[in-house]
DNA sequence: TTTTTTGTTGATTGACGAGTCAATAAACTT
DNA sequence: AAGTTTATTGACTCGTCAATCAACAAAAAA
């Protein structure tokens, strides 16, 4: 029963499959099986798409990132002032697409695969690197000098704010997040303005 | 060629290669073979010792806190001020003991273990009360009501600022991660005083 | 209609690794 | 001296899993 055309299908149920579980273990061991169980599919029509786990990683990662870049340029075009723009890239990192426990628990094993998986950290690497410019772009009207030092206080906060997710019990908290994020960036910008 | 009383010797050993070999590669993918040969012996020794893997990791672990938790202490009898109390919980956060690759790659990893193996979740849990009890110690005198939350930032940033390093290459820059979390210190706090 | 391309899987291979065991040996005990 | 405890390892078991393969099915192209 083969339809044709589907391994865009295919290889998106397998990206999300392969976050969920990895999100729902808190893992990278994580065996294709499973992913591709819960794709709906057999092992082996995995290995025909992807070829390999570390590639099936690697699209996941991609994905994660993408949609957090969408949600960071759409939130950017309605923003008007300085201030907005920083408010825009804090309310993109805590979205609920993604500041839920299966994004946070991939994203976090993201970094552990950084550490050893070149491909990896070039993408982790990008994503630090987006998010530096596009908090720049705010903070320099608002901090003058000190936005690179803001900018990058503010990137590590945002970090730490999701590791600590990680151990927390119930649903995520997004508007504590977003809050705590804000009050960093009114006293540092106090200071200046 | 059994000398006597060898227990502690092997078992520290095991613990020094098993955070050696984490922050080496990376990742919890160490077999036991690994830790055990650059500790000095045989796999089967290693399970002698420490019946399990597992049980290998939350040694490894409890080792680290124990390194960091002492550092603690130390640095902070000295404190006479308040302001002296939280910068001590800093220096010692960002000590050459604690903020080295090595130790820093073994701290992410435990994190995602913490995701899966109840135990190290506790372990965690422990740590992040008494940093942030440490906190409160200082911060109550300095800031009142806010306290409680800029404690709470300051221990996210601090986890942020670990998770950063990850990816940066070259030797950890203690100075700078000590500055960035003294700035938002003095940011916070200059909002009441 | 034959052939090729695309989709799909059950079965298999081959490697690797955690944990066990039997055996050996040195030290302590009685 | 005989027995017990501690140290130590090579060899082995047993399971798991990534990756491959052979085979089958249906659509598209020839």
Redesign the pocket.
């Known amino acids: 029963?083969?339809?044709?055309?589907?391994?865009p299908?295919?290889k998106e149920a397998l990206v999300k499959a392969t976050i969920v579980e990895i999100g729902r273990t808190g893992s990278l061991?994580?065996?294709?099986?499973?992913i591709?169980k819960r794709a709906?599919?057999?092992?082996?029509?995995a290995?025909?798409?992807f070829?390999?786990?570390?590639e099936m990683f690697l699209a996941a990662m991609r994905h994660v990132m993408t949609i957090y870049g969408a949600e960071v340029r759409g939130a950017l075009c309605l923003a008007q002032t300085p201030m907005e723009r920083v408010e825009a890239v804090l309310a993109a990192s805590f979205s609920p697409a993604n500041f839920r426990r299966e994004a946070i628990g991939a994203w976090l094993n993201f970094w552990v695969l950084a550490q050893s998986a070149p491909q990896a950290r070039r993408l982790l690497a990008v994503y630090q690197r987006r998010l530096r410019s596009n908090l720049l772009a705010g903070l320099r009207p608002l901090a003058g000098s000190r936005a690179e030092s803001v900018a990058a206080g503010l990137g590590a906060l945002i970090d730490g704010l999701y590791l600590r997710e990680v151990l927390k019990s119930g649903p995520p908290d997004r508007t504590a997040a977003v809050g705590m994020a804000m009050d960093y960036l009114r006293a540092q910008v106090r200071l200046v303005g």
């Open positions: 029963m083969p339809k044709l055309g589907m391994e299908i295919r061991d994580v065996t294709v099986s499973q591709a709906g599919m057999s092992s082996a029509l290995h025909h798409y070829g390999s786990k570390e």
